[in-house]
């Protein structure tokens, strides 16, 4: 599978490509260190998923938010072996949400301890990235954070690819309050088109989920600068929904795929998503 637009993704994640897998999450741990969070090991049928956490406190509504899809590529035609992503912006949102139980659930193979991963084959970070195991073990992961802060409800904050696996989970629950996409690739069909890429065949779509999402509140972020994921793939999921419940677009001006949401996020949190 070659594409430019992973090439250009990898790009602006990162200017340096030669991270080994420990750097990477040496850097999460610091991340998380630094606020008090810890690392935590979930085990499902399918693959050993890993989140970082607070110290545990009842919540009635948490709010997790899933990373996108990371390392995935190393050059334009070479797959990365470890997807554990270098900028986990997705955690650095977690760890600056100005209110309430936050925590960070990567995805698939990311952070994962060689004795881990098994399961680990490249195509879960290429053409199955949001295949119907991988969405499977994000659930299961789901449950275990949620019982493990005794929580009623559920807010869910997808960053770029994990957006698509954030919808993917709202449409299979019933305990989200709320769905909130940052940069989500909520139709990976028509980014794919876009952009000239190859199909994710052994994928699932956000956007054919419409039906179960309908009544799921939801808003989503874009960057109007995002060249990465733009606004037409949005606008592709939003237009799936009937008139009246269709989604809420939500167009940052000046932000980018990454920049500047974690700069901005207290902000965000307070003027656009309460």
């Known amino acids: 599978m070659v594409a430019c637009i992973k090439w250009a993704l990898l790009l602006l994640l990162s200017a340096c490509t030669d991270l080994s897998p420990q750097l990477r999450w040496q850097h999460a741990e610091q991340l998380a260190a630094q606020a008090g969070w810890e690392k ?43 997807p554990t992503p270098m900028h986990p912006l997705a955690l650095e949102l977690a760890l600056r949400q100005p209110q309430g139980v936050a925590v960070y659930l990567a995805r698939p193979c990311q952070y994962v301890d060689p004795v881990d991963r ?27 954070l949620k019982l493990r802060y005794r929580a009623g409800k559920l807010i869910l904050v997808g960053y770029s690819g994990g957006g698509a696996v954030a919808a993917l989970l709202a449409a299979r629950r019933a305990d989200v309050a709320e769905l909130i996409t940052v940069a989500g690739n909520l139709d990976p069909a028509v980014w794919t088109m876009l952009h000239h890429d190859t199909p994710l065949v052994h994928s699932l779509n956000p956007s054919d989920e419409w039906k179960k999402l309908q009544f799921v509140p939801q808003k989503h972020l874009i960057g109007e600068r995002d060249e990465v994921i733009s606004a037409e793939v949005s606008q592709a999921y939003a237009a799936r929904f009937p008139d009246s419940r269709r989604p809420e677009l939500i167009f940052i001006p000046g932000f980018t795929h990454v920049c500047c949401w974690v700069e901005k996020w207290q902000e965000l949190w307070t003027s656009q998503l309460q």
């Open 40 to 82: 935590l090991r979930i085990p499902t049928g399918e693959f050993v998923l890993t989140a970082y956490v607070p110290h545990v406190k009842p919540a009635e509504t948490l709010t997790i938010y899933i990373e996108g899809d990371g390392l995935a590529f190393i050059s334009r035609s070479e797959v990365s072996m470890d």
């Open 118 to 144: 098994g399961t680990c084959r490249k195509s879960y970070w290429t053409d199955r990235r949001f295949s119907n195991e991988a969405i499977v073990a994000s659930n299961q992961a789901v449950d275990a």
